[in-house]
């Protein structure tokens, strides 16, 4: 009777161990914006849907022959579907991966592979303090600032090498076809 009653209290702060990990972890993710990087993947997705939407669009619906009327016709035609679109997305997305289930399937056994209970619980401390919180706020604004910066260094020099590309490999198709005979 001992033995199982001690295997029973080792199984239950097991469980509790293993509970303490978890909320810890989804205290974590509560304060590095976790749930909302998930939200903005959805996004992100959104509007890469919104861009093949309307480019298979443009391909499939012979416009040319439309008056203007027509053509806003067609885009409101358009503006609607997609927008039905998005909703059944949504929808399938919250049925099929709810962001609680991603969390506990994806977000938590990876960083239970990285992080042991005792650094999630110094992390926890780190991001919950104004470094921490400091911390945070730039990693999430610097893609942007960077990006930005770049832009204004890089896109003068980039832009003169695409033109130049371009214009060399469009001279070179017109010189094989030229060679070939199709022009």
């Not at 509790?16 to 590095?32: G, I, R």
């Not at 909302?36 to 040319?64: E, R, T, W």
């Not at 709810?98 to 399937?105: C, G, H, L």
Request: hydrophobic share 40%; no cysteine; glycine share 4%.
């Amino acid at each position: 009777m001992k033995i199982f009653l001690a295997i029973a209290l080792l199984l239950a702060s097991f469980t509790s161990m293993a509970d303490s990990y978890d909320d810890d972890l989804k205290k974590l993710f509560e304060l590095t914006g976790i749930k909302n990087n998930y939200a903005g993947l959805n996004n992100v997705i959104i509007n890469q849907m919104q861009a093949g939407f309307f480019q298979a669009a443009d391909q499939n619906i012979d416009a040319k022959t439309l008056t203007e009327d027509q053509k806003k016709q067609v885009g409101e035609m358009l503006k609607a579907r997609f927008g039905e679109m998005v909703k059944g997305y949504q929808s399938y997305i919250s049925e099929k991966m709810p962001y609680e289930t991603v969390e506990a399937e994806v977000y938590m056994p990876l960083y239970k592979e990285t992080y042991s209970h005792d650094e999630v619980k110094e992390l926890v401390t780190f991001y919950d303090s104004p470094v921490g919180k400091k911390t945070i706020e730039f990693s999430q604004n610097i893609p942007e600032q960077a990006a930005k910066k770049s832009a204004e260094k890089y896109d003068p020099i980039i832009s003169d090498y695409v033109k130049l590309s371009i214009s060399e490999n469009i001279a070179l198709v017109k010189k094989e076809m030229t060679d070939k005979g199709l022009q």
